[in-house]
């Protein structure tokens, strides 16, 4: 019988021979860790790779942490976050294979590098190690020693100290109940007030006339802070007018009370816009504050009960300087005259600055009234003088007629040119085809330019321009012309007579020319 050999080849395979084994400490900002309590353990920054959380949960815990989960981090008061370490593992495996002479070798060796920062980002330690299979438990094990080196408990009075961090915080000696009555006693400008951050409410910031730094113009001091960054008192953000009423240089203290240069301003939904630059990216952002107090100026009366006033009509608002252009007879007899704005909701005190019998004209100038404060365009509308309106030309008004009856939004009313004379060929009228009410008296004519060119009269009233014919004619309504506001306004103020601008609704849609208007219409309330 012959014999058959058979020669297997000899396969050796190594694994994970080495004996590798290092921690170092690489760096430390502190003695100690002692100001600090709690570890929040976050997820592994090589996402490839699954955090050794349980490993490290033990390692905490055995020198006496609390384990915090991040989701609940800000749930805690703001002591216990200033006594959090922020813990960020980078934790990698690192697995080698050669063929030797004796066969395949192979190799895995553990990488750790653990950050603990503090919530002011201050480096407390930073940790490497590396380890092969066999010795993972030594590794853990060395660094447990150093952090047992730095920590031998909770120490209340070595609890980080924000003002230390940052060094020299300015602070105002104001408080919330300061403000307030400050607010109360003196004109503002609109930037000031006591608003708050829309996205997150972390704070609440009082703005108000700075008068003891000549560099600034207004300041804005923390009132209510739910960060441990800020403080109340402490400033937050300084600002000076520009040409422009509602845009502001500013300067900006971040939440690491980094100073940044921007640009504020006030959009057209009311809200303080900030342009800013995250100083950890380097990205543009917008930071948006809704202004909580006061809700109408401190100049402004609170609107009143419209049925404690014995008559009412509508007028308009023609200069920046508060001038408003109405009947003369809704305020002859008047002791107390009030001017409504329903569209912004503010209403004010007025008194009789001119007046012209003959012709039913009255000029109303607002007390304390500041137009850049209230409106943030011009006046839209223009004067003119009516010479250029023919018969059948299409007209419109606005006003507040039956205002308790109907309500206080205006009321339009279209028509046209019936007559460029009224009663018994009166040259100072317009004959016009508007409906007209109680109220209605006082309000503008418009032509279709959207120009002012006449004053509105109840037919109710129009005995005023007649006394021959001994009656009213029915459904006969008037307006007299702008030529007779025109001839009196120079004898108002200076400041008050400014009526020179231009028309913006000149091409606008009768819809639109409607909407920018109505702002302007007031109504007038009288005792």
């Not at 704070?203 to 207004?218: A, L, N, Q, V």
Request: aromatic content about 12%; some cysteine.
């Amino acid at each position: 019988m012959k014999k058959i050999l058979i020669l297997l080849p000899l396969f050796v395979i190594f694994w994970g021979c080495s004996s590798t084994l290092e921690v170092n400490l690489i760096s430390t900002n502190s003695k100690t860790l002692n100001g600090y309590k709690n570890v929040v353990i976050f997820d592994n920054l090589n996402q490839e790779w699954k955090t050794p959380r349980d490993e490290l949960t033990v390692l905490f815990r055995s020198n006496g942490f609390n384990i915090v989960d991040a989701q609940a981090f800000s749930n805690l008061s703001k002591e216990e976050q200033l006594a959090t370490i922020y813990c960020f593992p980078n934790y990698r495996l690192f697995y080698y294979q050669t063929d030797t002479e004796y066969g395949p070798y192979s190799s895995l060796t553990h990488y750790l590098d653990l950050d603990l920062i503090n919530i002011v980002n201050e480096k407390l330690l930073k940790i490497t190690a590396k380890a092969a299979n066999s010795n993972v438990d030594a590794m853990y094990s060395q660094i447990n020693d150093i952090i047992s080196q730095h920590y031998y408990g909770y120490n209340p009075a070595q609890l980080l100290n924000i003002k230390k961090v940052y060094g020299n915080i300015i602070e105002v000696d104001v408080d919330k109940e300061d403000l307030i009555n400050y607010f109360g006693s003196n004109h503002l400008n609109v930037i000031e007030g006591i608003w708050t951050s829309a996205e997150d409410n972390e704070y609440s910031i009082g703005i108000f006339k700075d008068t003891t730094y000549t560099e600034r113009e207004y300041i804005g001091i923390i009132l209510e802070s739910s960060t441990i960054f800020w403080e109340p008192k402490q400033i937050k953000i300084e600002l000076n007018s520009t040409a422009n009423n509602n845009i502001y240089s500013a300067y900006y203290y971040m939440k690491d009370h980094s100073k940044q240069g921007i640009t504020a301003y006030i959009d057209d939904l009311g809200y303080l816009t900030l342009e800013l630059t995250n100083t950890i990216s380097n990205e543009k952002f917008t930071s948006k504050w809704i202004k909580m107090y006061p809700k109408s100026l401190p100049t402004e009366t609170k609107p009143k009960n419209n049925k404690t006033y014995g008559s009412s009509g509508t007028g308009t608002l023609i200069t920046e300087g508060g001038i408003i252009a109405t009947n003369y007879h809704i305020i002859s007899d008047a002791s107390d005259i009030v001017v409504y704005f329903p569209k912004i909701n503010r209403q004010y005190s007025a008194e009789l600055v001119l007046k012209d019998i003959n012709n039913d004209i009255a000029f109303l100038k607002i007390g304390n009234f500041y137009y850049e404060d209230i409106f943030k365009t011009p006046i839209p509308f223009n004067i003119q003088y009516s010479n250029s309106m023919k018969i059948s030309d299409e007209v419109y008004t606005m006003g507040y007629p039956l205002g308790d009856i109907l309500g206080s939004t205006v009321k339009y009313s279209s028509g046209s040119i019936n007559s460029l004379m009224g009663i018994s060929g009166d040259p100072r009228t317009f004959l016009i085809s508007n409906p007209v009410q109680p109220g209605n008296s006082g309000g503008p004519l418009f032509n279709t330019k959207g120009e002012f060119i006449g004053v509105v009269m109840s037919s109710l009233n129009a005995e005023l321009f007649f006394d021959a014919a001994g009656i009213i004619p029915q459904n006969v309504n008037f307006a007299i012309k702008s030529d007779y506001l025109l001839n009196i306004i120079p004898l108002l103020t200076q400041e008050d007579k400014n009526i020179n601008r231009d028309n913006l609704i000149y091409d606008k849609t009768r819809q639109e020319q409607v909407n920018m208007l109505e702002p302007f219409i007031v109504r007038i309330l009288c005792k």
